[in-house]
């Protein structure tokens, strides 16, 4: 059992160029999230998924979307990369329906460079 | 406004015991989480409390005072393999997580 993969690990990226984040669990979690995280920073959310076929924004959604077609798949879509979109993006998942209590399993991360 | 302070970097002896503070202030507050991340590597769960008081889980436990806004992380009998960051996060009214920004824990031998 894998958990959560994620895909790229890494790349770099031209300003705006189009680019997306894979993300993909087997442990049929209902609830899925992104989260990039910057030096200094806390985590920050950028959209959420409680259940396959529904999403939300986080506290920093804009320049991506999100889409969440079944229960294991959750790709971020970067539109036209910029280089404030530079950050290491983790994906994670959580039992349960989404609730802030349910505890959250990460993917190993994508690190993502824009020049 | 909603927020999580924790201090960025901690130094602590191989052996020794060290605390890691965190104080939150959040609308709609459920619960906290402490989670430990390795450098290069996600973030894996720790602690989880809801109600005041300790917890203890083996080398670790985790303390919360929902009235003051305060928790804490206790390690003992610290090892090397302990040297990562602590982050904290605490939920909001919004049924999501707010994180601090995490504790670099540095252990010297």
């Known amino acids: 059992i894998a958990g959560i993969t994620q895909a790229p690990t890494s790349q770099i990226l031209a300003a705006g160029r189009r680019m997306t984040l894979r993300c993909t669990q087997d442990m049929r979690h209902n609830a899925m999230y992104w989260y990039r995280q910057d030096l200094g920073l806390g985590l920050r959310l950028i959209h959420y998924?409680?259940?396959?076929?529904?999403?939300g924004k986080g506290e920093v959604p804009d320049g991506y979307s999100v889409s969440r077609a079944n229960t294991d798949d959750f790709p971020l879509t970067l539109a036209s990369a910029v280089p404030s979109q530079t950050s290491v993006y983790f994906c994670a998942s959580s039992d349960g329906a989404g609730g802030a209590q349910d505890t959250q399993y990460f993917g190993p991360g994508t690190r993502l460079t824009v020049l | 406004g909603q927020n999580i302070d924790q201090p960025t970097e901690m130094t602590a002896t191989e052996g020794a015991i060290v605390q890691i503070n965190c104080t939150y202030q959040?609308?709609?507050?459920?619960?906290l989480f402490w989670y430990q991340q390795h450098a290069g590597e996600a973030p894996t769960f720790l602690s989880y409390?809801?109600l005041d008081g300790l917890e203890e889980k083996g080398r670790f436990s985790s303390f919360l005072s929902r009235s003051k806004g305060y928790s804490y992380l206790l390690l003992k009998e610290l090892q090397m393999k302990d040297s990562a960051s602590y982050l904290c996060?605490?939920?909001?009214?919004?049924?999501?997580?707010?994180w601090g920004a995490g504790t670099k824990l540095i252990i010297k031998p």
């Open positions: 996060a605490a939920t909001d009214s919004n049924y999501q997580l707010i």
């Open positions: 409390n809801v």
């Open positions: 959040t609308s709609g507050f459920n619960g």
């Open positions: 998924s409680n259940t396959a076929g529904t999403t």
